[in-house]
Every structure is written in structure tokens, then in C-alpha cells.
């Protein structure tokens, strides 16, 4: 018997839709005329497919699936994010520009270089952990740690 419905991952955090598998109708609780015939067929005793472990999971039959490809480059895109975050919120990019046309003494500029080249050699590193990996609990186990100004 085909299950009519499973949940899925809305984004980070714990927040999940609803998924018609017969028309691939996506709704939220209580958003849609969807919600009173998901909760009948509920009520017929019925179960939805459950939420994967994670956003790196797909549903192949019946059965949910790890994609480490996608986790990894999830997670690796996901760390260069934060490293641009991270460098972006000690040195804007006016501050950059300034210090690079020379408006910043020669010691702040070397400062300011170091920092960046620390926080991009720990997203390298982080980068080629993750290549290197080979399990959903090794990925997850690695964490950049931030140079601090």
C-alpha cells in the first residue's frame, strides 16, 4: 500500500510540512483545506512517512537514504558561509578597501591580513576534514574554530 503522506524538513530546526506523495501538494498545519484531509485520513488510523534523520536523507522506497555528497558539500558550503560571516563582521568590506589603499597603518593592515588568512586556512582545513570523512558522525563532528580579533 502506498502511503498517501510524508513529512518533511521545512529548512533548519524542527520545523516540517506536510507532502501529498499522489499529488506532491506541499502545506503546513492548518494553512490549507489539505490540513482537514490529512487530519481524516489520520483519524482512519493511517501514518505518514516519518521526517528523515536529516536534510541529507532521501526516500527511496520505503526506506530513507544518506547522501554524504550532499552533506558534505551542505556542510562545506555551510562553513565558507560562516567563515565569510566571520571575517565580514570584524572587517567590513570598507575597512578592507581603506586598508588596502593604505589609509590604515602598515601594523593594523598586517593584523587584518593575518586574521583573514587564519580564517581561511581553518575553513581549508575544515574543507579537506570533510572531503576526507567517511561517515553522516565524522562530518558532523567537525567544527571550524574561528581566529578571534
Known amino acids: ?11 533548519e530546526g524542527l520545523t516540517f510540512g506536510i507532502q501529498d506523495t499522489e499529488s506532491g501538494d506541499s502545506f503546513i498545519e492548518g494553512s490549507t483545506p489539505q490540513w482537514e484531509e490529512y487530519q481524516a485520513w489520520l483519524a482512519l488510523g ?3 512517512i ?3 534523520p536529516s536534510q541529507y536523507y532521501d526516500l527511496v522506497g520505503d526506506d530513507w537514504v544518506y547522501d554524504i555528497a550532499r552533506h558534505k558539500s551542505g556542510t562545506q558550503a555551510a562553513n565558507r558561509t ?12 570598507e ?13 593594523e593592515v598586517e593584523a587584518m591580513t593575518t586574521f583573514i588568512a587564519a580564517c581561511i586556512a581553518e575553513e581549508n582545513r575544515c574543507f579537506d576534514l570533510i572531503e576526507a570523512a567517511m561517515t553522516e558522525e565524522e562530518i558532523n563532528a567537525i567544527t571550524p574554530t574561528w581566529m578571534e580579533v
Open 1 to 11: 500500500m502506498t502511503v498517501k503522506y510524508k513529512l518533511y524538513h521545512r529548512g
Open 46 to 48: 493511517n501514518t505518514p
Open 50 to 52: 516519518p521526517l528523515p
Open 82 to 93: 560562516a567563515c565569510t560571516a566571520h571575517i565580514l563582521a570584524s572587517y567590513s568590506i
Open 95 to 107: 575597512i578592507q578597501s581603506s586598508m588596502s589603499l593604505g589609509i590604515y597603518p602598515g601594523v
